[in-house]
């Protein structure tokens, strides 16, 4: 008995679940899902899109990720995404590129547990409609001298929650919109996963 009940025990092992929301392609959720493909503490349980055209999905679903597509009424009045979310129990949100506003009831349900990546050096460059090439345009108009990444908690408010953490990256003169996006995507795909996991683990970013 004793030794059946030390098995279970053992055998009982509770992942860390991530649910991630992305609208698009999905190559920062691709690098998540991989980073923690192997992992027997983390497991990506769902990927969730308001897009059902997103190449996100078909990504997912390659790698055995369930996925599920919503729409507005989902998200903002039936409380469908609440509830599956509800249901699915995450210890952490990661938004990947989803480009909809979190409703009010889900960030109160999930309070600290939704982060979000954000291709500047927040507070500047963020805020609505500042997102993708927009972004990168933006900086190179005011001759920044370096760029980056943030990643932080999502709150009622376009890129304004608690900074986690951000990674910086030098321009010159000679860069442009190709070569900035390249920059930043490197960072996002090196850093992102990792501060995910370091997050799980109670250590900041
Ligand atoms: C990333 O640049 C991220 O910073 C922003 O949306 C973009 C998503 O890109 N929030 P991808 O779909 O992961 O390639």
Same mark, same amino acid.
């Given at each position: 008995?004793? +030794?059946?009940?030390?098995?279970?025990?053992?055998?009982?092992?509770?992942? +860390?679940?991530?649910?991630?929301?992305?609208?698009?392609?999905?190559?920062?959720?691709?690098?998540?899902?991989?980073?923690?493909n192997?992992?027997?503490?983390?497991?990506?349980?769902?990927?969730?899109? $308001?897009?059902?055209?997103? =190449?996100?999905? /078909? *990504?997912?679903?390659?790698?055995?990720?369930?996925? *599920?597509?919503?729409?507005?009424?989902?998200?903002?009045?039936?409380?469908?995404?609440?509830?599956?979310?509800?249901?699915?129990?995450?210890?952490?949100?990661?938004? #990947?590129?989803?480009?909809?506003?979190? /409703?009010?009831d889900?960030?109160? #349900?999930f /309070?600290?547990?939704?982060?979000?990546i954000h /291709?500047?050096?927040?507070?500047?460059? %963020? %805020?609505?409609?500042?997102? %993708?090439?927009?972004? &990168?345009r933006?900086?190179?108009?005011?001759?920044?001298?370096?760029?980056?990444?943030?990643? &932080?908690?999502? $709150?009622?408010?376009?890129?304004?929650? +608690?900074?986690? #953490?951000?990674?910086?990256?030098?321009?010159?003169? $000679?860069?442009?919109?190709?070569?900035?996006?390249?920059?930043?995507?490197?960072? =996002? &795909? %090196?850093?992102?996963a990792?501060?995910?996991? $370091?997050?799980?683990?109670?250590?900041?970013?």
């Amino acid at each position: 008995m004793i +030794k059946i009940l030390i098995i279970k025990a053992f055998m009982s092992h509770s992942y +860390k679940k991530l649910v991630i929301l992305a609208s698009g392609t999905g190559s920062n959720a691709e690098k998540i899902i991989s980073y923690f493909n192997n992992s027997t503490d983390v497991k990506v349980c769902a990927v969730l899109s $308001n897009n059902k055209k997103a =190449e996100v999905l /078909p *990504m997912a679903e390659s790698y055995g990720v369930p996925t *599920m597509a919503f729409d507005r009424e989902a998200l903002y009045q039936s409380g469908a995404v609440l509830g599956h979310l509800k249901t699915l129990a995450p210890d952490l949100i990661v938004l #990947a590129g989803f480009l909809w506003m979190i /409703p009010e009831d889900i960030i109160q #349900a999930f /309070p600290d547990k939704i982060i979000n990546i954000h /291709p500047s050096l927040l507070p500047k460059f %963020g %805020g609505k409609g500042m997102y %993708g090439s927009r972004v &990168h345009r933006a900086v190179l108009a005011a001759g920044e001298k370096e760029t980056g990444i943030s990643i &932080h908690y999502v $709150n009622q408010h376009y890129d304004e929650g +608690k900074l986690i #953490a951000q990674f910086k990256t030098a321009l010159s003169d $000679n860069d442009d919109l190709d070569s900035v996006l390249a920059k930043i995507k490197q960072l =996002e &795909h %090196g850093n992102y996963a990792r501060v995910i996991a $370091n997050l799980l683990e109670n250590k900041h970013g």
